[in-house]
């Protein structure tokens, strides 16, 4: 996959509108349902096209903290230059190179976003291409870091130095 692509979409919507109709229509269920939507188009995926990784659901538990942390670490930065006088960009884009297979590289990139102030914008072969508000910061450090997480929760061994 040379970028990412929107063949996902029909089955997103396929599977919000089912949680909708299962939640009556409530959009603030939303905040349970989109975490909660990513994980199933991510195991429909998995189990559509199994390949030698396997996601690990103990691990998957164990890698929720994390998520959570990240996801508030995100939110807190991106609504704190949203509300600063002056907002706070050095905007950038890097390549970080991955030794993750697919699928474990696209719930990578995905979860990159999690990070503050960071978005994928092109998945390649062995690389990301990162979009970040701040790219004087450690950014390559939390992404070898999430790397990591993600190499563990689907028992992928780092390769040899």
């Given at each position: 996959m040379?970028?990412?692509?929107?063949?996902?979409?029909?089955?997103f919507a396929l599977?919000?509108?089912?949680?909708l109709i299962l939640?009556?229509?409530n959009l603030a269920s939303l905040l349970v349902g989109g975490p909660t939507i990513a994980i199933a188009l991510f195991v429909w995926e998995l189990n559509r096209n199994?390949?030698?990784?396997?996601?690990?659901?103990?691990?998957l538990i164990g890698f929720a903290p994390f998520f959570l942390n990240e996801s508030l670490r995100g939110g807190i930065d991106a609504a704190s230059r949203a509300f600063s006088g002056r907002p706070r960009l050095s905007c950038g884009m890097i390549s970080f190179e991955t030794f993750l297979p697919e699928p474990a590289r696209v719930f990578f990139a995905?979860?990159?976003g999690l990070l503050p102030g960071t978005l994928t914008a092109q998945v390649a072969e062995n690389s990301l291409l990162v979009h970040t508000l701040d790219h004087t910061k450690a950014v390559?450090?939390?992404l070898r870091?999430?790397?990591?997480?993600?190499?563990?929760?689907f028992a992928i061994r780092w390769p040899e130095s």
């Open positions: 040379s970028t990412l692509d929107f063949r996902l979409l029909p089955k599977f919000v509108g089912v949680w939640c009556g229509g199994p390949e030698s990784i396997v996601l690990r659901p103990l691990r995905t979860v990159v390559a450090q939390d870091l999430l790397e990591a997480r993600v190499a563990y929760l």
